[in-house]
């Protein structure tokens, strides 16, 4: 198609477009996220997928005494007894099978190499399965572990500092940081700039993220909401604090990242190159005291957004 500019007839746009090279993109995948928590979390290898949580049974039955300097014959006798059977914690795996048709894989390549691409956007979907799994698994998902004693209520419905402070006497053995939704993140800045204490922000892996008391504010879209309700959950992290830690198989067959693996698993005779993509992990609480909820937060937004300021 010609163009007429200024009575002059010439070249048009779509027609020339057909000589030009297309500057093209990979696929881009709109639910990845940061996954924070894969990246705070220390990851833990596992010998034969079992991992075994041994644990003082009746610890306040261990005896110690201060002596008199001069008296050293009544010392008590003790012994610390563990736990007959301790908890076990086997990996679970999150896996699929990528089918590619090699005239794809062929033809269709280049800028952009099909196959590399197909196991790239799985295996990202994939580790956002595993941070799901991570805080909501009913066996070993954060939230599946956190014991009565542990469990926050909140004063007045939306997350506030009185609220964060709460759950900072149940984590107060040097706790790591918060994790829950970003709208719950939201409401607790509301709440705190109403109260006339703004929240600070502090700069990790390049971002900024708010802080309550110098600890951070770990946003995940994993942690769930319902009716405008969500968890705000802190975390105590490693395994020589007494912690929360990650699970995960080292040494697979195939193995491109820890706990991950990618198997080639034939063509079969329509032509289809198949892929086994696994990865196995769990997650580990230490000591119950390395974890803690705030229960049920309201994180609806203000119908009267006058009321932050008054």
Same mark, same amino acid.
């Given at each position: 198609?010609t163009?007429?500019?200024?009575?002059? !007839?010439?070249?048009g746009?779509?027609?020339?477009?057909?000589?030009?090279n297309?500057?093209k993109?990979?696929?881009?995948?709109?639910?990845?996220?940061?996954?924070?928590?894969?990246?705070?979390?220390q990851?833990?290898?596992?010998?034969?997928?079992? $991992?075994?949580?041994? @644990?003082?049974?009746n610890?306040?039955? =261990?005896k !110690?005494?201060?002596t008199?300097?001069?008296?050293?014959?009544?010392?008590?006798?003790? $012994?610390?007894?563990?736990?007959? /059977?301790?908890?076990? $914690?086997?990996?679970?795996?999150?896996?699929?099978?990528?089918?590619?048709?090699?005239?794809?894989?062929?033809?269709?390549?280049?800028?952009?190499?099909?196959?590399?691409?197909?196991?790239?956007?799985?295996?990202?979907?994939?580790?956002?399965?595993?941070?799901?799994?991570?805080?909501?698994?009913?066996?070993?998902?954060?939230?599946? &572990?956190?014991?009565?004693?542990? /469990?926050?209520?909140?004063?007045?419905?939306?997350?506030?500092?009185?609220?964060?402070?709460?759950?900072?006497?149940?984590?107060w053995?040097?706790?790591?940081?918060?994790?829950?939704?970003p709208?719950?993140?939201?409401? +607790?800045?509301?709440?705190?700039t109403?109260?006339g204490?703004?929240? *600070?922000?502090v700069?990790l +892996?390049?971002?900024? +993220?708010?802080t309550?008391?110098? =600890?951070?504010? =770990?946003?995940?879209? @994993?942690? *769930?909401?319902?009716d405008?309700?969500?968890? !705000?959950?802190?975390?105590? =992290?490693?395994? @020589?604090r007494?912690?929360?830690?990650?699970?995960? &198989?080292?040494?697979?067959?195939?193995?491109?990242?820890?706990?991950?693996?990618? /198997?080639?698993?034939?063509?079969?005779?329509?032509?289809?190159?198949?892929?086994?993509?696994?990865? $196995?992990?769990?997650?580990?609480?230490?000591a119950?005291?390395?974890?803690?909820?705030?229960?049920?937060?309201?994180?609806?937004?203000?119908?009267?957004y006058?009321?932050?300021?008054?």
């Amino acid at each position: 198609m010609t163009a007429n500019v200024g009575g002059t !007839v010439a070249l048009g746009d779509n027609a020339a477009r057909q000589l030009a090279n297309a500057t093209k993109t990979v696929p881009q995948l709109s639910t990845i996220s940061p996954r924070w928590l894969t990246h705070l979390l220390q990851w833990v290898p596992v010998e034969a997928g079992i $991992y075994r949580l041994n @644990k003082v049974k009746n610890p306040e039955a =261990i005896k !110690v005494a201060c002596t008199q300097r001069e008296d050293e014959s009544q010392l008590p006798r003790t $012994y610390v007894e563990y736990e007959e /059977r301790p908890r076990e $914690y086997f990996l679970n795996a999150v896996s699929t099978v990528l089918d590619v048709h090699t005239r794809i894989s062929d033809l269709y390549s280049s800028p952009h190499d099909q196959i590399k691409e197909q196991l790239r956007l799985t295996i990202e979907t994939i580790k956002e399965n595993q941070e799901s799994q991570l805080i909501n698994n009913a066996d070993y998902g954060l939230l599946s &572990q956190v014991v009565d004693e542990q /469990r926050v209520f909140p004063l007045t419905g939306a997350p506030t500092p009185d609220d964060l402070d709460e759950l900072l006497t149940k984590v107060w053995k040097e706790p790591a940081f918060f994790l829950t939704h970003p709208l719950a993140i939201a409401a +607790f800045g509301r709440e705190a700039t109403r109260r006339g204490t703004p929240p *600070p922000t502090v700069s990790l +892996f390049g971002s900024q +993220f708010v802080t309550w008391r110098g =600890i951070p504010l =770990i946003p995940s879209d @994993k942690v *769930p909401v319902a009716d405008g309700k969500t968890k !705000v959950l802190l975390l105590r =992290i490693g395994d @020589k604090r007494q912690g929360v830690v990650g699970l995960y &198989q080292p040494g697979l067959a195939g193995e491109q990242s820890p706990g991950l693996s990618v /198997r080639f698993m034939g063509i079969n005779n329509h032509a289809i190159a198949s892929y086994l993509i696994s990865l $196995y992990c769990s997650l580990a609480v230490l000591a119950d005291d390395g974890l803690a909820v705030l229960e049920d937060v309201e994180v609806g937004k203000y119908h009267d957004y006058a009321d932050i300021y008054k």
